[in-house]
């Protein structure tokens, strides 16, 4: 879905090389969150996890997060957004994991690049190459595949 847009920019390969790290890392996370949630519950597990994320990012935040100028418009926008989604949508994953399992938990991970596709659409009018709306297809159409295969 990237690669019409790969060259624009100075960092677009380094950014989609993170976007693959970090789905691999969804495999794994998915993975050790359905034993974890069926022991512990939910929110225990995320919270543990998220500590875990910050102490690994924290460092390289820190510099910037000192250097930066607050208002509270945007303070606020940034706290409902890691609360919502990413608070809120990774219990709800999470609980998904101990209730369904991990396959078809993950199954959601799917459409993550469509909803960002059409978002990028609609909200920001952005322009979406013929390749970024057949990646989103077989996004979808693997979700669905997934989904149906589990049932």
Do not use: D, K
């Not at 069926?38 to 820190?62: C, K, S, Y």
């Not at 920001?124 to 589990?150: D, F, I, N, P, T």
């Amino acid at each position: 879905m990237a690669w019409p847009t790969i060259h624009e920019g100075s960092n677009s390969v380094t950014g989609v090389l993170l976007i693959l790290a970090a789905l691999v890392s969804y495999g794994f996370a998915i993975n050790l969150a359905r034993p974890l949630q069926m022991r512990n519950a939910a929110l225990p597990v995320i919270w543990r996890a998220q500590a875990v994320a910050l102490v690994l990012t924290a460092p390289l935040g820190l510099p910037e997060l000192l250097a930066a100028r607050w208002s509270a418009g945007p303070l606020l926008s940034m706290l409902a957004l890691g609360a919502l989604g990413t608070g809120v949508a990774y219990v709800l994953i999470t609980i998904a994991a101990g209730r369904m399992g991990s396959t078809r938990a993950s199954a959601t991970a799917f459409l993550i690049p469509a909803v960002a596709l059409v978002l990028g659409v609609v909200v920001r009018g952005e322009h979406v190459a013929l390749l970024s709306v057949l990646g989103a297809a077989v996004c979808v159409a693997g979700a669905w595949l997934m989904r149906r295969a589990s049932a």
